[in-house]
């Protein structure tokens, strides 16, 4: 089949290069010139593991191919794929305008029936707009049908997930694009739900707010663990045992972050506010995923008291480990707050760095964890990468000036790190 993807981004890259590797011919758009270009020289806008050798595998085999040119890839392609953002605007509703406008460019380019996929998060009932913006635009009486195929891979294991999904959704009440989207999932091994426009959309909001629920109720968990002198590791075991319950998403840390989760969980409580619910649950989660934050910050200030001219080690910045991705990274919030009250801040990222300079001003960005830990009084785990779970603790601790160690992932053993003399902390234990 023949496929354009708009939208080169995590999502619009993967999901465009994994269909290439399973033998369709696909165009990818983006309206950044420089990513574009990056791509034709075979270099990774984003890092990914495992993307770099699948894109240039399929590039050279001519079965992706990279352009600026919207109307090229509309009117080689049979399936549009709509991958662009969906930020969050300032009253918390996502902003479509990215939609909007490529659904524009789509419909001026409509040479033949087309099939345009909504694979960005959206509010339900923006697959109706779509279908509007198109009719709107379209020159001529060409047929065409919106579907709603939201996308579900995690950064950090993309490709993974790209290739092997738990699920394959699939909105639409066409049953000619039905044919065509089950041919084009065939071989994925993955269910595919076939269903509505609205129920596919509402499908992928409901399913992140679940999983931010999950990461929250642990979090509240843990602080009573906290008050109590419980293990929130053990807990969350014994409950994630149970497979009603599941042992993913319950670990107690700084809280969820990412491009997907914090503007997500808004934008769904925004849209079932506009529809007549009020849909108090996610707003509850949503405070406690920021009282997390506070309450680590609170045990960094009781350890180091006076943070003025102090020097913390922040190991980690990305929103999770195996990704470059900043957004809406726990770590900003963590380092903002401890800039305000005077703390010197070192930092070190396996993957994030780049993206975080343009991000956190004044921060002393080191080339490995020793050298973060080099003179710190504090150092703060923000982000599980393995590369932490691996250091010399006993180099660490002979660098620092003082072995304190704040771990919002719980990625050591506090009773080892106690032996070794550290004063430790961390998150519902
Ligand atoms: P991204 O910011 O990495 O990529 C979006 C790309 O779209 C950018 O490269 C941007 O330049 C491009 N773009 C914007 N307007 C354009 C236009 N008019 N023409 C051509 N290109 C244009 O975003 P992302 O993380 O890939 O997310 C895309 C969508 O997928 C969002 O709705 C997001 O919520 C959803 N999603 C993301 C993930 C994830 O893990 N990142 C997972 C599932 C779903």
Not at 88 to 110: C, K, N, T
Not at 175 to 191: N, S, T
Not at 347 to 360: C, E, F, S, T, V
Not at 365 to 389: M, N, S
């Amino acid at each position: 089949m023949n496929i354009c993807i708009v939208g080169t981004g995590y999502v619009g890259l993967v999901s465009g290069t994994v269909f290439a590797h399973k033998g369709h011919n696909v165009i990818c758009i983006d309206k950044e010139e420089d990513k574009i270009h990056m791509l034709k020289e075979g270099k990774m806008p984003i890092y990914e593991p495992d993307l770099e050798k699948m894109v240039v595998e399929n590039y050279k085999a001519k079965r992706l191919k990279f352009s600026t040119d919207v109307g090229e890839g509309v009117r080689s392609s049979q399936i549009i794929v709509i991958a662009v953002g969906t930020p969050p605007s300032e009253d918390g509703r996502a902003d479509l305008s990215h939609i909007e406008q490529v659904a524009r460019q789509i419909a001026r380019h409509i040479n033949e029936y087309k099939i345009i996929v909504e694979k960005s998060t959206v509010p339900v009932q923006t697959g109706e707009k779509v279908q509007l913006t198109i009719q709107r635009n379209i020159k001529q009486e060409f047929e065409f049908d919106v579907v709603s195929n939201p996308e579900f891979l995690k950064e950090g294991a993309a490709i993974e997930d790209a290739l092997h999904p738990d699920r394959i959704v699939v909105g639409t009440s066409s049953e000619r694009a039905r044919k065509v989207m089950q041919e084009l999932y065939k071989d994925f091994g993955a269910p595919i739900i076939m269903t509505d426009v609205k129920s596919a959309e509402i499908i992928k909001h409901a399913a992140n707010s679940f999983l931010a629920c999950k990461i929250s109720y642990i979090n509240a968990v843990a602080r009573i663990c906290e008050l109590a002198g419980a293990n929130i590791m053990e807990v969350a075991e014994g409950m994630g045992l149970d497979r009603r319950i599941g042992r993913q998403f319950l670990n107690a840390g700084l809280g969820y972050g990412g491009s997907c989760f914090p503007k997500d969980i808004d934008a769904f409580e925004r849209i079932s506010q506009e529809l007549g619910y009020d849909f108090r649950m996610l707003h509850e989660v949503q405070l406690i995923n920021k009282e997390q934050r506070i309450h680590f910050l609170k045990k960094v200030e009781e350890e180091l008291w006076i943070l003025k001219g102090k020097v913390v080690g922040v190991l980690g910045l990305a929103f999770k480990p195996d990704t470059d991705d900043m957004r809406e990274a726990p770590a900003i919030t963590v380092i903002h707050e401890l800039q305000k009250k005077g703390a010197i801040i070192k930092a070190y990222d396996p993957q994030a760095m780049h993206n975080a300079k343009n991000i956190l001003e004044k921060v002393e960005y080191c080339q490995d964890p020793y050298a973060v830990a080099q003179g710190a009084d504090c150092l703060i785990i923000a982000t599980e990468w393995d590369e932490f779970k691996k250091l010399d603790l006993a180099k660490v601790k002979q660098l620092m000036n003082h072995p304190t160690i704040i771990d919002g992932r719980n990625i050591y053993d506090p009773v080892k790190m106690i032996e070794m003399g550290f004063n430790y902390r961390s998150v519902g234990r």
